[in-house]
């Protein structure tokens, strides 16, 4: 079965303290592999996605994440959090043949402290 | 700023009313999509456009009605609601089905 588990449903993070958001994923065939961000009140915002060649992929906001096809994994990553990522991050799954649907992952929501 | 533009922002209606949620983009997208989200849930995929023609309906009940009368624009039509769609409704775009898709902020409906 096709699955996208993001396992934190709530992390907190200092300001300026490093932070790695976990998605993994099933998938029957070559994932395309997005994380969003979303803002209450707002609608989703693509961070960065991966469809094929450099594993580590650098996105916007100074996010990046890395595949490891091993680990079934695209885990998000940004080295010095700033208070204005608080927000709710979805990892998502797509590809060639399901006709624009997308699995999501439930989402964790970050919290920063001060 | 948001490319892709939904009105309106926000909808109170009662259960016998009908009413319309519109979306738009002038990205040259040619798939869009229609997505419903509760809080603290992720999207849940209602319909997809390709090329003006409905693709993929995930049995959304018949009280929920949608439309692409152009390349730019979605519209979703509403009537007879029930209280259990109260929620927020996003619309999507994309190139094409299976590339990056691209938000609205969303309409929130809230059914009386």
């Known amino acids: 079965a096709q699955s996208v588990t993001q396992p934190d449903i709530h992390i907190t993070v200092s300001e300026g303290a490093s932070l790695e958001l976990r998605c993994n994923y099933s998938?029957?065939?070559?994932?395309?592999l997005f994380w969003y961000v979303q803002s209450p009140g707002q609608g989703l915002q693509l961070l960065l996605k991966?469809?094929?060649?450099?594993?580590l992929v650098q996105g916007i906001k100074g996010f990046e994440a890395e595949f490891k096809r091993s680990q079934s994994s695209f885990n998000l990553r940004k080295p010095s959090v700033h208070w204005s990522d608080a927000a709710e991050y979805f990892c998502?799954?797509?590809?060639?043949?399901?006709?624009?649907?997308?699995?999501f992952g439930q989402g964790t929501e970050l919290s920063v402290k001060p | 700023d948001t490319e892709v533009t939904q009105t309106p922002k926000h909808l109170v209606m009662g259960m016998t009313n009908k009413k319309s949620l519109k979306c738009e983009q002038h990205?040259?997208?040619?798939?869009m999509y229609w997505y419903k989200q509760k809080a603290k849930k992720p999207p849940e995929l209602m319909f997809v456009?390709?090329?003006?023609?409905?693709?993929i309906n995930e049995s959304v009940p018949s009280r929920f009605s949608p439309e692409c009368p152009n390349s730019s624009l979605l519209n979703l039509h509403l009537h007879a609601l029930q209280p259990e769609d109260s929620a927020l409704y996003l619309c999507?775009?994309?190139?094409?089905?299976?590339?990056?898709?691209?938000f609205g902020d969303g309409t929130r409906l809230s059914i009386l």
């Open positions: 998938y029957g065939a070559t994932p395309y």
């Open positions: 990205m040259g997208h040619r798939a």
């Open positions: 991966y469809f094929s060649g450099d594993t």
């Open positions: 998502a799954v797509g590809g060639d043949n399901q006709g624009g649907k997308l699995i």
């Open positions: 456009y390709s090329y003006e023609k409905l693709s």
């Open positions: 999507a775009s994309s190139l094409a089905v299976s590339q990056p898709q691209h």
